[in-house]
């Protein structure tokens, strides 16, 4: 099939069915959270050996877990308003190379200070490569098929937190808690130097930019085989497309309602994920839970969350938001009993783990399926970048309020009802990102004409 000398790139997309080129993007991505998930939740794994092994008052964490996630949100904040303007790949590999560097320095930490340092700085290149990743694969993906792609990568998300769980549950009791960093720094490391020569670039992005006409010929050649491609070809994308600072952009056109909306969601989700899942294996421990059944509820937590988020982007693309809000609202009182839960049998404090990681961490990815398909090409990983950059708010404060919670000697149903209340909060925010006119823009491109016909 020829094509002719004006090529919509965004209608080829919407219009192509799935192939090997873009199942590798995926798996690729896939991977790239997959790593992701295991760090963001590797020190909560450690947590309990470190304060063991430095003879420290847990409570001193929480300061360590904060500064991590506001790396994360620096990160997210300033290298997504860079990945819109110099691409999605380069600001994925420096980020993964980032955060395997100095997950890898970390072994050497032997001070909270110095520990806290490493965190940040390994929070940057977290955050710096999350949305971009995002953005980056659903740039790949036909509109009704994007929140569900990017429920695929967060199972992958989930997968590497689950599998840290167990990690660590392996490798700490033999070879101390410096071991599931030797991991999470050996590991992305080799990855970012797989990535820069299997990785490509955002297709929608390079046409939209329009200055690197042969890469985007190239990567049509993978992504569309049947397709005989002229030398002198134009590629176009038919999208807005502004100058100017992208986060202005956020508020602009009907935007502002949506966007404040999310944030808020995303703040309140976070906030009671962050706390959860930072301090829960150390507070089951606290509970009398052996820490290898401790560690392996925060692994359940995370692959509880894996499942929810597939199922509610699916449910997403195909009813809306209200699924999420329900999820939400359902994870409210999971989390309460979990508290009541610790002296029972271990079917029924890891399906409540479990179910709880459905609901709560599942409708977290169900935000991100929001933020990821809302924006169009040219803000898409500001957009994404400072939904999870404002989030972090969010999430820094959920381990620091955990830590001085936790300080007043609070029993645990209390603890696990403060984690509980901001779940609720986020119910109703993500209720109202349901309404009219904000539901009407979610996940909605403008219709895709089809392919230009060839050209005489």
């Known amino acids: 099939m020829a094509e002719g000398k004006t090529i919509d790139v965004a209608a080829l997309i919407e219009n192509q069915k799935g192939n090997w080129f873009r199942v590798s993007i995926v798996a690729w991505a896939c991977a790239v959270m997959l790593m992701e998930g295991y760090d963001i939740q590797v020190l909560a794994y450690a947590a309990p050996s470190i ?86 694969t659903v740039e790949y993906f036909p509109a009704k098929a994007r929140a569900t792609m990017i429920g695929v990568l967060f199972a992958g998300y989930t997968v590497g937190a689950t599998l840290g769980g ?25 990855l970012a130097a797989v990535l820069l020569f299997t990785l490509p670039e955002s297709v929608r992005f390079l046409a939209l930019t329009g200055n690197q006409p042969g890469r985007v010929a190239a990567i049509l050649a993978k992504l569309r085989p049947d397709l005989t491609i002229d030398a002198d070809a134009q590629f176009m994308v038919r999208e ?23 944030w808020f969601a995303y703040v309140t989700s976070l906030l009671g994920h962050y706390f959860l899942t930072s301090w829960m294996p150390t507070l089951l421990v606290g509970a009398g839970v052996p820490l290898a059944r401790a560690v392996i509820a925060g692994g359940l937590l995370q692959a509880g969350g894996g499942v929810g988020g597939l199922l509610l982007c699916w449910l997403l693309d195909k009813r809306g938001i209200v699924a999420v809000a329900i999820a939400f609202a359902l994870s409210a009182p999971l989390i309460v009993l979990i508290a009541s839960s610790t002296h029972a049998s271990d079917l029924i404090l890891m399906s409540l783990v479990f179910f709880t990681g459905t609901c709560l961490i599942g409708g977290q990815t169900g935000l991100n399926g929001v933020s990821g398909t809302f924006y169009p090409t040219y803000i898409r990983s500001t957009g994404t970048g400072w939904a999870f950059g404002v989030g972090r708010v969010g999430s820094i404060l959920g381990p620091v309020l955990g830590g001085v919670l936790i300080s007043f000697n609070l029993p645990i149903s209390i ?20 309404r009219k006119p904000a539901a009407a823009i979610v996940s909605q491109s403008p219709a895709v004409p089809p392919s230009p016909a060839p050209s005489a």
């Not at 949100?73 to 590999?93: E, P, Q």
């Not at 696990?416 to 925010?429: N, Q």
Request: with cysteine; hydrophobic share 55%.
């Open 51 to 136: 304060i063991k092994a430095w003879q420290i008052d847990r409570s001193y964490f929480g300061p360590i877990f904060g500064f991590s996630l506001f790396g994360y949100m620096l990160g997210a904040t300033v290298f997504s308003n860079l990945a819109d303007r110099v691409g999605r790949r380069k600001i994925i590999l420096g980020g993964v190379f980032l955060f395997g560097a100095f997950n890898f320095v970390t072994v050497y930490a032997h001070t909270l200070g110095v520990l806290l340092v490493l965190r940040f700085l390994a929070g940057i290149g977290l955050g710096a490569s999350i949305p971009s990743t995002i953005a980056l």
């Open 166 to 190: 167990f990690i660590a549950a392996s490798l700490i009791p033999k070879f101390g808690w410096q071991s599931v960093f030797y991991v999470g720094g050996i590991v992305p490391i080799a």
């Open 240 to 262: 807005e497309n502004q100058s100017g600072i992208p986060v202005k952009h956020l508020f602009t056109d009907g935007r502002a309602r949506m966007t404040l909306l999310l």
């Open 415 to 434: 603890l696990f009802t403060c984690a509980a209340v901001p779940a609720l909060c986020c119910a109703g925010a993500t209720y109202l990102l349901g």
